[in-house]
């Protein structure tokens, strides 16, 4: 069903973004932190037309699902959470919005930790930008997009996501300074590529223990006397915290350490050892791993080829990303994965898209 079919109308702007993988930097962002995510070739595209009934209609392509809402509807759930939510935050900006119809397609998949709905924030928001002649730079975009996740969506997310897919491209790693959003665009580390496997282990974020993991960051940023986790260095500062906020502050002060050695030109074998790193932290300290994830990380750890691997995105389930030698990654998806799948899990690749 095109646009065509569903509204009767052809539209009058098309806009894409991307989903990330975040390489390293995790559970970093909302505190004030460093993340170093790249762009997957997924992307979500919103086609965009006006609507001559006063209404908003919505139709996602993947859910196969039309939503026809008054045009002070309240926010509802689902996709239709982001498109109206990235309306509402421009209106609060002063913006008109007319009514609208919005035609979403992407093939970001959801719950696996890749952020579709940055991905879609993103694409709606450059839709929006293009049919109304909106005066917005790729930083306002990601700025509007992480306010209408957190206002009307629920979670209170970093910048992260919206940056990248703002501002990232599958080329290249953003280095991303959360606090200044201070950025470097950094060449891929020579002579590897990225894998990013799907557990088949779904996770919803909003119903997720992420609010809980960033409000055990700020009550440890405030016993320690500083405004965010970020601005701890010593990974010993944290050891006065009681638990479980000493395990979660360690987490984010090493994971920021581990980011920051990055930008030291390192070679691909020291870049997996910080991914294995980051991933170890994840489980034991920050606790938002699950076993389907810790196995298929420990698979891939152990798989010639691979310098190193780690959950990505916010955890609790979701994809698995891995530093591989160049040339290799279809390979060594295809030998994971049966071993994997072996266990009963439905792990899938996703990046390098198969051709
Ligand atoms: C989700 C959030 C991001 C970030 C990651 C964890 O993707 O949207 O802001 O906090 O989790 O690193």
Redesign the pocket.
């Known amino acids: 069903m095109t646009f065509e079919h569903i509204f009767g109308t052809s539209p009058l702007v098309g806009a894409t973004a991307p989903g990330r993988v ?1 390489l390293l ?6 505190n004030d932190g460093f ?1 170093l995510p790249t762009a997957i070739p997924q992307c979500t595209t919103v086609h965009l037309g006006l609507s001559l009934d006063g209404q908003y209609h919505f139709y996602s392509e993947a859910l196969t699902q039309r939503l026809d809402l008054e045009k002070d509807a309240p926010v509802p759930p689902g996709y239709a959470a982001y498109l109206l939510g990235c309306i509402r935050v421009l209106e609060q900006q002063g913006h008109y919005i007319p009514p609208l119809n919005a035609y979403v397609t992407s093939s970001v998949p959801i719950g696996a ?1 890749l ?1 579709s ?2 991905a879609l924030e993103v694409a709606m928001l450059r839709g929006l930008r293009a049919l109304l002649g909106l005066e917005l730079d790729d930083v306002q975009i990601a700025r509007l997009g992480q306010r209408a ?1 957190i206002e009307f969506a629920g ?1 209170r ?5 919206q940056m990248a897919s703002s501002l990232a491209d599958t080329a290249h790693m953003l280095f991303l300074d959360t606090r200044t959003l201070e950025r470097r665009v950094l060449p891929l580390v020579a002579g590897t590529e990225i894998l990013v496997i799907d557990s088949g282990f779904p996770r919803t ?1 909003a119903g997720s223990g ?1 609010n809980q993991r960033r409000a055990e960051c700020e009550a440890a940023a405030r016993q320690l006397g500083v405004p965010a986790l970020r601005d701890i260095t010593d990974v010993k500062a944290v050891e006065v915290l009681s638990e479980p906020l000493r395990r979660r502050a360690r987490h984010v002060v090493s994971e920021n350490n581990r980011v920051l050695e990055v930008l030291q030109d390192i070679s691909a074998e020291h870049f997996g050892q910080l991914m294995n790193a980051s991933h170890a932290s994840l489980r034991d300290d920050y606790e938002v791993s699950v076993a389907a994830l810790d196995i298929l990380v420990a698979t891939l750890q152990q798989t010639p080829g691979v310098f190193g691997a780690r959950l990505t ?3 609790f389930g979701g994809a698995c990303v891995a530093l591989v030698v160049l040339g290799q990654a279809q390979s060594i998806a295809h030998d994971v994965l049966e071993q994997y799948n072996r266990l009963g899990h439905v792990g899938k690749l996703l990046v390098p898209q198969l051709t």
Do not use: F, R
């Open positions: 975040n930097g995790e559970h970093t962002d909302y993340v930790g952020s709905s940055a996740e979670v997310c970093g910048i992260m996501d974020l992420y995105g916010a955890g």
